[in-house]
């Protein structure tokens, strides 16, 4: 129960925090997953992290570059659009007035 | 030309990948597209060293969240020289209507939230189409796969049911354009004898248990409690009849 909640938490906001891991500069796809391992969300898969990248790069909010490495068969680099920039700004305030709202109800209901 | 020619099998060194790459190409995204999205796919598998399968998911399921727009097409926007036509059946008869219907030109876009099927028609050049409809109730995985050789396309979903079509031109060539086409159907409903002796026989069955159970008791509130039960017993099966009966468009 508790994980499944937490999957779809992470589901509604997995774009948001793509977004966010780029704001430094561009990665690419196994990059961003590390990142966001490491800032507590888990190992997060390829076949959850590519399609949001795609999603992202379709709607114009990411751009991709592929660029051939000498090693290996290459990769795609993503980096935020000023669109990006913007969604990121208005989605992440909305993100956190809910995440105010929800604390608030929990915190009169006892929950610290 | 397939997208996946353009790759060799050294180039991927992955046979899921190699899958995955031929069905982003039937798919139809651009060859160029597949080659750099496969490669990057790669890369992210040489860095973490899992295995595609875990990585990824099921290829079909993958291959369908990297192509949205091929999985669900935007549907076409009626033209002076385009006409619509929505239409619903039971499962009784709509696949000998889907054959009819697409003889005459009409070609289902999708299934729509109230079940019903949205057709469109090509009034310049009115082609023939033809339908199959497949059970899912295990699933539907690799079934596109396996029908997309063939030249068939998924083209709506229905709880245990997916549709899929074929342009008459696959297999008739030229011949599959038709030079006139008749008036759009006025009916918007088609329910088959079959389905209405189904539930008059429903309805017999009913009232006659009903009735018994009234005459032996002497007591006609006997036999209506009797049918009250029946009915709350039988809501649950009905229940689970309509949503058979009722089309959804999944995704889906």
Redesign the interface.
Known sequence: MTADRRASWFKGVLDLLVLASLTDGES???EI?KRLGAAGFGQI???TL??VL??LE?AGLVAAE?RA?EK?????YYSLTPAGRETLSEQGELWLAFDDSVREVLARAGVR | MNAMNAMNAAETGSPYLEALGARLGELGLPAEHVRVTVADLGAHLAECGGVPEEEFGPVEEFARELAPGATRPAPTPAGPGVETWRWTADTFVDEELLGRFGDEGWEVERVDALGRFVCRRDLARPQRWEYRRELVTRGREGLDGRLAPDGWEACGNWVVYAWFKRPRAASLGPAAELSAVPAPPSRHTFLSHRFYAALALAVAALTASGATVALRADDATSGLGFTTGLLAGAAAPVTALLLTHRRRDRRP
Do not use: I, V
């Not at chain 1, 290996?72 to 795609?76: A, E, I, Y």
């Open positions: 690419y796809g196994y997953a898969k390829g076949g590519y399609p795609n999603r379709e592929f490495t290996g068969p290459g990769r795609r």
